[in-house]
């Protein structure tokens, strides 16, 4: 635990994050069984364990929280980010920033070349161009047509 304390990830953690991550943590070093609701009530003043409960799941999708216990967990760079990406993809409202922001981060870990630079996929791209050419020969100006001598129409006869 004094190993995990020294990390960067755990210092940005607030106070109660903190002793929720070291309540955790021992928790689960001690009995082998990691109870994410003890460490909330412990952290937390929680009026129930139904409170509790569910300020567990918060607690547990904090991505700071995440970046420690994955510390104490000693788990791969990578598999911190597919965290990251996953919660991403759940989000509805996830912005352009926060997609550039994971853009970065996987730059940084060195996966952007195993992505797609644009999210087209070839269905989409020929679809595209499909729809470029119909706009440019609708939107082109008819080639001006001779206008023939009319007869004029006289009723009963041919």
């Not at 926060?98 to 940084?108: E, G, H, P, T």
């Not at 087209?120 to 020969?137: V, W």
């Amino acid at each position: 635990m004094a190993e995990l304390e020294q990390t960067r990830e755990y210092q940005r953690l607030t106070q109660k994050q903190k002793l929720f991550v070291a309540t955790y943590c021992t928790g689960g070093l001690d009995t082998g069984t990691y109870d994410a609701i003890a460490a909330t009530q412990t952290a937390y003043v929680c009026k129930n364990a139904d409170v509790a409960r569910i300020m567990s799941y918060a607690l547990m999708e904090n991505i700071r929280i995440i970046a420690a216990l994955n510390r104490h967990f000693a788990a791969e760079p990578i598999e911190e980010f597919l965290q990251l990406v996953d919660r991403a993809i759940h989000n509805k409202n996830v912005t352009q920033a926060q997609v550039w922001a994971l853009k970065l981060k996987c730059d940084i870990l060195g996966l952007a070349n195993k992505l797609p630079t644009r999210m087209m996929t070839p269905e989409i791209a020929e679809k595209k161009k499909r729809n470029r050419k119909t706009k440019a020969s609708v939107d082109a100006k008819p080639e001006s047509v001779p206008v023939e001598e009319k007869t004029p129409f006289v009723f009963g006869k041919l």
